[in-house]
Protein backbone atom coordinates (compact mmCIF):
# COMPACT_ATOMS: atom_id res chain seq x y z
CA UNK A 1 0.00 0.00 0.00
CA UNK A 2 1.21 3.14 0.92
CA UNK A 3 1.77 6.58 -0.70
CA UNK A 4 3.19 7.03 -4.36
CA UNK A 5 5.69 8.73 -2.79
CA UNK A 6 6.82 5.75 -1.27
CA UNK A 7 6.16 3.24 -4.05
CA UNK A 8 3.01 2.79 -3.41
CA UNK A 9 -0.06 2.39 -6.20
CA UNK A 10 -2.53 5.15 -6.92
CA UNK A 11 -5.95 3.99 -7.84
CA UNK A 12 -8.23 6.68 -9.36
CA UNK A 13 -12.03 5.73 -10.54
CA UNK A 14 -11.79 6.75 -13.51
CA UNK A 15 -15.61 7.68 -15.29
CA UNK A 16 -14.71 9.47 -18.35
CA UNK A 17 -16.38 8.80 -20.80
CA UNK A 18 -19.43 7.97 -19.03
CA UNK A 19 -21.78 9.14 -21.23
CA UNK A 20 -23.53 8.68 -24.64
CA UNK A 21 -22.24 11.70 -25.68
CA UNK A 22 -18.78 11.70 -23.88
CA UNK A 23 -18.20 8.67 -25.44
CA UNK A 24 -18.89 9.83 -29.03
CA UNK A 25 -16.93 13.21 -28.33
CA UNK A 26 -13.75 10.40 -26.67
CA UNK A 27 -14.34 8.29 -30.22
CA UNK A 28 -14.33 11.71 -32.71
CA UNK A 29 -11.00 12.50 -30.12
CA UNK A 30 -9.42 9.28 -31.18
CA UNK A 31 -10.27 9.01 -34.46
CA UNK A 32 -8.88 12.24 -35.54
CA UNK A 33 -5.90 12.29 -33.68
CA UNK A 34 -5.12 8.56 -35.53
CA UNK A 35 -5.72 10.42 -38.78
CA UNK A 36 -2.51 13.16 -37.25
CA UNK A 37 -5.10 15.95 -36.24
CA UNK A 38 -4.12 17.78 -33.21
CA UNK A 39 -7.37 18.63 -31.05
CA UNK A 40 -7.82 21.35 -28.60
CA UNK A 41 -10.90 22.92 -26.95
CA UNK A 42 -13.14 24.77 -29.34
CA UNK A 43 -15.75 26.46 -27.53
CA UNK A 44 -14.16 30.14 -28.63
CA UNK A 45 -15.56 28.86 -32.09
CA UNK A 46 -19.10 27.50 -31.15
CA UNK A 47 -17.70 23.96 -30.99
CA UNK A 48 -16.17 21.02 -29.25
CA UNK A 49 -13.20 20.39 -30.59
CA UNK A 50 -10.88 22.19 -33.12
CA UNK A 51 -8.53 20.08 -34.63
CA UNK A 52 -5.31 20.91 -36.28
CA UNK A 53 -3.37 19.55 -39.11
CA UNK A 54 -0.28 19.58 -36.75
CA UNK A 55 1.62 21.44 -33.66
CA UNK A 56 -0.96 24.05 -33.00
CA UNK A 57 1.92 26.83 -32.78
CA UNK A 58 2.45 26.52 -35.87
CA UNK A 59 -0.28 26.09 -37.73
CA UNK A 60 -4.31 27.19 -37.52
CA UNK A 61 -7.21 25.03 -36.98
CA UNK A 62 -8.44 23.41 -39.90
CA UNK A 63 -11.93 22.35 -38.69
CA UNK A 64 -14.66 23.16 -36.04
CA UNK A 65 -15.61 19.43 -34.69
CA UNK A 66 -18.95 18.77 -33.92
CA UNK A 67 -20.27 15.26 -32.64
CA UNK A 68 -23.53 14.31 -32.80
CA UNK A 69 -25.53 11.46 -31.32
CA UNK A 70 -27.72 9.34 -33.31
CA UNK A 71 -31.54 10.57 -34.07
CA UNK A 72 -29.83 14.10 -32.71
CA UNK A 73 -32.51 17.29 -34.51
CA UNK A 74 -30.21 19.51 -36.33
CA UNK A 75 -31.26 23.15 -35.64
CA UNK A 76 -31.36 24.87 -39.06
CA UNK A 77 -30.51 28.08 -37.81
CA UNK A 78 -27.63 27.04 -35.21
CA UNK A 79 -26.01 25.50 -38.13
CA UNK A 80 -26.47 28.76 -39.97
CA UNK A 81 -24.85 30.25 -36.85
CA UNK A 82 -21.81 28.04 -36.29
CA UNK A 83 -21.12 27.23 -40.31
CA UNK A 84 -20.57 31.25 -40.13
CA UNK A 85 -18.61 31.58 -37.00
CA UNK A 86 -16.48 29.06 -38.44
CA UNK A 87 -16.08 30.21 -42.07
CA UNK A 88 -15.36 34.13 -40.70
CA UNK A 89 -12.33 32.03 -38.65
CA UNK A 90 -11.72 30.55 -42.05
CA UNK A 91 -12.33 27.09 -40.53
CA UNK A 92 -13.96 24.23 -41.78
CA UNK A 93 -17.20 22.81 -39.83
CA UNK A 94 -16.65 19.29 -39.40
CA UNK A 95 -19.77 17.30 -38.06
CA UNK A 96 -19.10 13.84 -36.98
CA UNK A 97 -20.82 11.26 -36.14
CA UNK A 98 -21.00 7.16 -35.67
CA UNK A 99 -20.88 5.33 -39.20
CA UNK A 100 -24.09 3.42 -39.21
CA UNK A 101 -24.70 0.93 -36.74
CA UNK A 102 -21.67 1.50 -34.92
CA UNK A 103 -23.97 3.46 -31.64
CA UNK A 104 -25.46 -0.13 -31.11
CA UNK A 105 -22.33 -1.25 -29.94
CA UNK A 106 -23.02 -0.65 -26.81
CA UNK A 107 -20.73 -0.02 -23.37
CA UNK A 108 -18.97 -3.00 -23.76
CA UNK A 109 -16.76 -1.28 -26.27
CA UNK A 110 -15.93 1.42 -23.48
CA UNK A 111 -14.55 -0.84 -21.24
CA UNK A 112 -11.04 0.50 -20.90
CA UNK A 113 -11.23 4.55 -22.37
CA UNK A 114 -7.35 3.58 -23.72
CA UNK A 115 -8.60 0.00 -25.62
CA UNK A 116 -8.19 -0.30 -29.57
CA UNK A 117 -11.80 -1.26 -29.97
CA UNK A 118 -13.66 2.19 -30.75
CA UNK A 119 -16.87 3.00 -32.61
CA UNK A 120 -15.74 3.86 -36.51
CA UNK A 121 -16.98 7.44 -36.97
CA UNK A 122 -18.03 9.48 -40.24
CA UNK A 123 -17.65 12.97 -41.16
CA UNK A 124 -19.71 15.85 -42.77
CA UNK A 125 -17.43 18.98 -43.71
CA UNK A 126 -19.34 21.99 -44.53
CA UNK A 127 -17.23 24.55 -46.13
CA UNK A 128 -18.02 28.24 -47.65
CA UNK A 129 -19.34 28.15 -51.19
CA UNK A 130 -16.26 30.27 -52.44
CA UNK A 131 -13.79 28.87 -50.63
CA UNK A 132 -11.46 30.77 -48.60
CA UNK A 133 -8.56 31.80 -51.75
CA UNK A 134 -7.83 34.97 -52.42
CA UNK A 135 -10.30 35.09 -55.45
CA UNK A 136 -13.33 33.87 -52.09
Not at 27 to 56: E, N
Not at 63 to 76: D, H, I, M
Not at 79 to 103: D, I, P, Q, T, W
Request: glycine share 12%; proline share 7%; hydrophobic share 45%.
Amino acid sequence: GGSVADGGVCRVGWTYPNTEYERLRFAVFCDLHRQGFVMTGGIKFGADMLAYPGDPSLYHAQFTVRPLLPGEALNPMLLKAVARGSHAARKHVLLAFYAEGEAALGKSVWLSPLGSQLPRIKYLSLAPEAGFGANA
